[in-house]
């Protein structure tokens, strides 16, 4: 180690506890990687704080030592995150994982940013209560709001930047502030709370969350409906939003990827195009929304469509969506998955999905499309071999491709992933002179580019 890195050392073990503190091999391997193919790296030194005033310290010491710190939930981040390419400080924010106050009255729940969404809705269903945002992974709520995660019911209850009414954050110099409130609306000042969320741990580290509240569904139903194509899945779904109907979740998964369900889930569905549907509301609206919906996937050459009510039969509908990454990789041993999704205007969905399904079938090895289509946005599942740099090539075309698609018809590069590493070289391409104001906020409020470094917003000259 060098003369650096054992005075770096010497510092955080002098303001944490010796198990806060972690050199170990193992350790820093697991702190290398996410969930994405991206060559991971391992940090110099990962730190477990408990509370807010010792992240505060930690980020002091990488302030005076210029050291770049990387925050870290749980690593299920698909664009290359929270991987540390510069090394440095890794903060794993598992030790800070307390729901500190339920205000059933106004909503609203704080949270500190290790407490996962199961863990929230566990506490929160005491009081009839739940979170919305379910990104499929159970994933920190930290990470959900580095990356404005959003997910299966965001057509319904929105994104993770909707649900925000306050962060308190540990800026680059270790000052520690709020962006926010707990009133219901606000005109003070800049939107701080939007600025913070989505920008992937490169302006400051969430330590604590404000966060927006629903009350549990009086009646909650579930479907599953099968068509004879992709294109008509889609076009059911644009006209089920056309409709007015007010459906808490529609997720459509293509027949190879259904193919990948049933051998994992040990499920029998039927292996054609498939939309997950889930209502929420009263029992007299909820039977109104069901009927119509029905009517419509009908106009649309629906083949199958099977109703949920049962708590357990729903939950083994949305595992098996949920599960669908981990049935690609089951079924492809020995091959990386490779995840990555746009988001378009709901007009130019059915277009932007039979694009990405040609595309799809160009390539030489097992893909899928599944997404949130319900506001526009869709995932690609590709299993390639990360050591063949031909099909290295081709998937990376593949995303370009689709990314290019999107941004042509007035989308974006990632609807929920993030940008990360992943993304960046798309960033200018999207957002044109207004990277120039990203990249001036980041400057601004990290002036010595510590805070993940090299994610998001490049650094100049690299």
Request: charge should be negative.
């Amino acid at each position: 180690m060098s003369v650096k890195m054992d005075h770096l050392l010497e510092e955080l073990q002098r303001i944490l506890r010796p198990d806060q503190v972690s050199t170990n091999p193992t350790i820093l391997e697991h702190h290398s990687k996410d969930e994405s193919y991206h060559t991971g790296s391992s940090p110099d030194i990962v730190v477990f704080p408990e509370e807010s005033e010792e992240v505060s310290a930690i980020v002091k010491v990488a302030d005076a030592t210029e050291t770049p710190i990387i925050p870290f939930g749980l690593g299920s981040s698909l664009e290359g995150h929270v991987i540390p390419y510069e090394r440095g400080i890794t903060i794993d924010f598992s030790e800070m994982n307390k729901v500190v106050e339920v205000r059933e009255k106004d909503f609203l729940v704080t949270v500190q940013p290790g407490v996962t969404r199961s863990k929230l809705n566990k506490e929160l269903k005491k009081y009839g209560l739940f979170f919305t945002v379910d990104p499929g992974a159970d994933a920190t709520l930290g990470g959900m709001a580095a990356t404005n995660a959003s997910g299966t019911t965001s057509v319904k209850y929105g994104v993770m930047t909707d649900q925000v009414h306050d962060l308190e954050v540990v800026t680059p110099n270790g000052d520690i502030i709020h962006t926010g409130n707990l009133a219901q609306k606000s005109s003070s000042g800049y939107d701080l709370n939007s600025l913070y969320v989505g920008s992937e741990g490169t302006l400051g580290c969430i330590t604590e969350l404000t966060l927006k509240v629903y009350g549990i569904p009086e009646h909650i139903m579930a479907a599953r409906v099968s068509f004879p194509t992709i294109d008509d899945a889609v076009e059911a779904v644009v006209s089920i939003l056309q409709a007015g109907v007010p459906i808490a979740r529609v997720e459509l998964v293509d027949e190879a990827s259904i193919r990948q369900v049933n051998r994992f889930s040990e499920t029998d569905y039927k292996e054609k195009a498939t939309l997950f549907l889930e209502f929420h509301g009263n029992e007299p609206g909820l039977k109104h929304d069901v009927a119509f919906t029905e009517e419509i996937v009908q106009d649309h050459q629906c083949e199958e469509i099977l109703f949920e009510k049962d708590t357990a039969a729903r939950t083994k509908l949305w595992e098996a969506r949920h599960n669908l990454a981990y049935a690609y990789i089951h079924g492809n041993p020995g091959r990386k998955l490779m995840v990555t999704d746009v988001c378009v205007p709901i007009s130019e969905l059915a277009g932007a999905i039979r694009h990405g399904r040609e595309k799809i079938e160009a390539l030489d090895f097992e893909a899928g499309i599944v997404g949130h289509v319900g506001d526009g946005n869709y995932h690609a599942l590709l299993m390639i071999d990360t050591e063949n740099p031909d099909e290295l090539q081709k998937a990376e075309q593949f995303n370009k491709e689709i990314v290019d698609y999107a941004l042509a018809r007035g989308g974006t590069c990632t609807g929920e992933h993030g940008v990360g590493s992943g993304k960046m070289k798309y960033l200018e391409q999207e957002h044109g002179q207004a990277l120039q104001v990203m990249e001036s906020i980041k400057a601004a409020l990290d002036p010595k580019g510590l805070m993940n470094p090299n994610k998001l917003i490049a650094k100049k000259g690299v």
